[in-house]
């Protein structure tokens, strides 16, 4: 069993910074990616930010420059720095963990936490 908890939401003008935290707990081994994904209304879920195993990190032209994912491995906690923030970055943000367990690759979510922009 594997728990997601997103905080750092909120509201914040335009060109303001919010930082996302992410606490996984529970059976937490063999990670392949830790992820943040979005969710503005009547859009498709997309990924944000990716940062990998060996800490390689990708991100869409969309966001590059201005998000930077990080993580703490001992802790079990990813990070999503956001700066110089748009109304269109108005979104629902969920964290996301890509794990195995023997051959199967498995994705866990967590609940998502709301990020509003304001004009």
């Known amino acids: 069993q594997v728990q997601l908890v997103e905080s750092g939401g909120g509201l914040v003008q335009a060109g303001g910074s919010l930082r996302l935290t992410c606490a996984a707990s529970?059976?937490?081994?063999?990670?392949?990616?830790m992820n943040w994904y979005r969710q503005a209304p009547g859009k498709q879920r997309e990924l944000v930010a990716r940062?990998?195993?060996?800490?390689?990190?990708n991100y869409p032209d969309s966001v590059k420059g201005r998000f930077t994912i990080s993580r703490d491995t001992a802790k079990n906690t990813v990070n999503l720095q956001m700066n110089s923030l748009q109304p269109e970055d108005t979104a629902v943000y969920y964290c996301?963990?890509?794990?195995?367990?023997?051959?199967?690759?498995?994705?866990?979510w967590g609940q998502g936490t709301q990020v509003t922009v304001s004009s």
């Open positions: 996301n963990i890509e794990m195995w367990k023997f051959w199967s690759l498995n994705s866990y």
């Open positions: 940062i990998t195993s060996g800490g390689n990190t």
């Open positions: 529970g059976s937490i081994n063999s990670i392949n990616t």
